[in-house]
């Protein structure tokens, strides 16, 4: 099974970077879960929040933000919308559902026919 995160949103923040002091490389992404095997693809509810200083590319985790990038995280967190869950069968699914109807058709045909 595949797992990725697909980026829904992204957001340039304008806080001071806790490792470098700089003031134009904060990154905010959101982003959402994505599942593909063999059978399906499916967009999640899971989503998962990440910012980065793209001067010093470091990931800042929350335990290092500040009061203001918390209050800017908060505010965009409000306006996010993450894409609403979907699941799509795959060929192969279909062909094994379909295969498996027409197979359970037969036999009760055939034991049908045989009383």
Known sequence: MDVKYITIKEAAL???????????????????KFVENKFYKSLTEETIQEIECRVCNTMIYPIRWTEDIERVFKYHQKAFIPKTKSLKLKKLSWVLIISSIILLALLITAALLWL
């Open 14 to 32: 304008n806080n001071n970077c806790p490792e470098c002091f700089n003031n134009q490389g904060l990154n905010l992404t959101f982003k959402q």
